[in-house]
């Protein structure tokens, strides 16, 4: 599966964004999806994930509550809404994909978008 993140862009503190990950190929629905966010100088960090079909998810503590994942597998399409957003939440935020479960482990997931940048200004 290939993905693709969009959406990223400048928001202000307090602000929303809404960040997509389109996927192409049929198999989209076989894999549980994540965020992830890299800012600079930091290491790639564990966003959010949801699982295949049910639609169990899963958060980081620093974003609970105010970022929302979700899928829908007829567009092939993953979303992560972002609401009151941070300087914090500055990042590179890439989309991937696992064959597990559901995981917070960047290593399980084998395919990744290429990136899209939030930057949230004070």
């Known amino acids: 599966v290939q993905l693709q993140a969009s959406g990223g862009g400048l928001v202000q503190h307090g602000g929303s964004l809404r960040v997509s990950c389109a996927a192409s190929?049929?198999?989209?629905?076989?894999?549980?999806l994540g965020w992830f966010r890299q800012a600079p100088g930091k290491e790639r960090e564990f966003v959010a994930a949801?699982?295949?079909?049910?639609?169990?998810?899963y958060y980081a503590d620093s974003v609970k509550g105010r970022f929302t994942i979700s899928r829908d597998n007829a567009k092939n399409t993953m979303y992560l809404q972002m609401n009151n957003l941070k300087t914090e939440d500055t990042a590179v935020y890439y989309c991937?994909?696992?064959?597990?479960?559901?995981?917070?482990?960047?290593?399980?997931?084998?395919?990744w978008g290429q990136g899209t940048l939030v930057t949230v200004s004070s």
């Open positions: 190929g049929r198999t989209f629905s076989r894999y549980a």
């Open positions: 991937a994909a696992t064959a597990d479960y559901l995981s917070i482990d960047r290593y399980k997931y084998f395919y």
């Open positions: 949801i699982s295949r079909s049910v639609g169990s998810t």
